[in-house]
């Protein structure tokens, strides 16, 4: 499966989450094992009204949703990988007015349970450069996920997310 064919299945996944529609969430890179989303920040995200700070609820939402959908990076065949278990360790708060960014990996695929990692990040302005590398961790996290099986997931389902191509 090429880099295209994943970013497609993962943006109509995206697509098919009420609340990932709801948080604007969108795809900005999909590759084998690894996966990009990108949280818009918008006034209905704001934790602190004081301070316009996101939400961590926003944030961990965000990080579970790259989590369970690197999955479809890392897989051939589509299924449904509900989520075990999320550790979020939170870092700094989110600055506001800026785009939250989680970049998640599978760093194990087993028959019944997928391993992942994730980062929450913002860009640092150019008078920031806080990091060498031009990012703020705003949160890391690591999930564990069960495989149901391709047969447990309903085939129009399958079909919505592959495009009718497995």
Do not use: W
Not at 95 to 100: F, G, I
């Amino acid at each position: 499966m090429n880099d295209e064919i994943r970013l497609n299945r993962v943006t109509r996944f995206i697509d098919t989450l009420k609340q990932a529609k709801e948080l604007g969430l969108s795809v900005i890179e999909a590759r084998e094992g690894s996966l990009t989303l990108c949280l818009p920040y918008s006034d209905r995200i704001i934790g602190n009204p004081d301070t316009g700070v996101i939400h961590g609820g926003a944030i961990t939402t965000l990080m579970d949703t790259t989590s369970g959908s690197v999955i479809l990076c890392a897989l051939d065949e589509f299924e449904l990988c509900p989520t075990l278990d999320l550790r979020v360790d939170y870092m700094r708060p989110a600055a506001p007015h800026k785009p939250v960014y989680a970049r998640a990996e599978t760093y194990k695929v087993t028959r019944n349970i997928i391993f992942t990692r994730c980062e929450a990040y913002q860009k640092c302005d150019e008078q920031e450069g806080v990091e060498l590398d031009g990012i703020e961790t705003i949160a890391n996290c690591v999930g564990t996920f069960m495989r149901i099986g391709q047969e447990a997931t309903p085939k129009h389902y399958r079909d919505l997310i592959t495009g009718g191509v497995q």
